[in-house]
């Protein structure tokens, strides 16, 4: 085969490769784009004007009346996201650093069926274990409590799988060894030489699970009642179901989705080269 019909054949499978990446960017950021433009709407504008074109702009308006509705619960909610997302994803983060770590670096009798334990987690979906998580709470009485949707949300099969690949590419046994003869502990080694050099692969693990809990509905709907306990998700839900009787607040929930999703999008930016390069490390293990 020439080289031409080679450079022929080059070009067309790039075509083909940017054309196919070009429908699937269409299709994911479509739903923003509506998002967006429903949002800067008024209310008698939703129904009565093309989804996807801008008409009056009253982005400021409606994201007045989404703080200031039902005296400001929206911001709680909001409040609750962060305490569920951020302490959920650290400590999950951190236990899972811990068992990786130990998993990668330590040989001990039934590793390997423990890791093969964890594996099967990760197949296991997280609405087929609500039901019995509410059975257990219960019966401890932390049912509609913060610990209730904070103490399954820092457990990550997947997240222990992760750091155990990042452990075995990210930390020499050399340098362990090193600290080993120096006098250091297991545990001081951990967090004075293992945990930093596992650090950029970590911050995947904590975007990973920040997404996971941010976006997890099921799970508080089924331990939680009160309303000051809601997590975003879960209050939007609640006010979604509340619209055949108050229409008016509609334009409410879409504003409200729109403003759930900019601090992903803010983390995913801030922490975007720590999470390249963890993926990088795994990819490359």
């Not at 692969?201 to 508080?220: E, G, R, Y």
Request: with cysteine; hydrophobic share 55%; net charge positive.
């Amino acid at each position: 085969m020439s080289n031409q019909n080679l450079i022929r054949e080059s070009r067309a499978s790039r075509t083909a490769v940017m054309a196919l990446m070009l429908l699937l960017a269409i299709y994911f950021l479509l739903p923003v784009y509506f998002l967006i433009v429903a949002a800067t709407k008024p209310q008698s504008d939703l129904a009565s004007t093309n989804g996807l074109a801008f008409s009056h702009f009253d982005l400021f308006s409606n994201l007045s009346t989404l703080f200031s509705r039902s005296d400001g619960i929206f911001l709680k909610w909001a409040l609750n996201s962060v305490i569920y997302a951020v302490l959920g994803a650290a400590v999950g983060t951190l236990i899972s650093a811990l068992c990786g770590y130990a998993l990668a670096k330590f040989t001990f009798r039934g590793r390997e069926f423990l890791f093969s334990v964890i594996l099967g987690g990760v197949l296991v979906p997280t609405t087929a274990l609500a039901l019995p998580l509410f059975l257990l709470f219960s019966a401890t009485g932390i049912v509609n409590t913060y610990f209730a949707v904070f103490l399954p949300s820092i457990v990550s099969p997947f997240g222990v799988y992760l750091a155990r690949i990042f452990a075995s590419a990210a930390v020499p046994e050399e340098i362990l060894e090193s600290a080993r003869l120096d006098g250091a502990g297991e545990f001081r080694t951990f967090f004075s030489v293992a945990i930093r050099l596992m650090a950029p692969s970590l911050v995947t693990i904590f975007l990973f699970q920040f997404v996971a809990i941010w976006n997890n509905f099921f799970l508080p709907m089924v331990m939680l009642q009160k309303e000051s306990l809601f997590p975003i998700t879960l209050g939007l839900f609640e006010w979604n179901g509340q619209t055949a009787r108050a229409p008016l607040l509609q334009e409410s929930v879409i504003t409200g989705s729109l403003v759930s999703i900019v601090p992903v999008i803010i983390l995913f930016l801030l922490l975007q080269r720590f999470w390249r390069t963890g993926l990088a490390s795994g990819a490359l293990k």
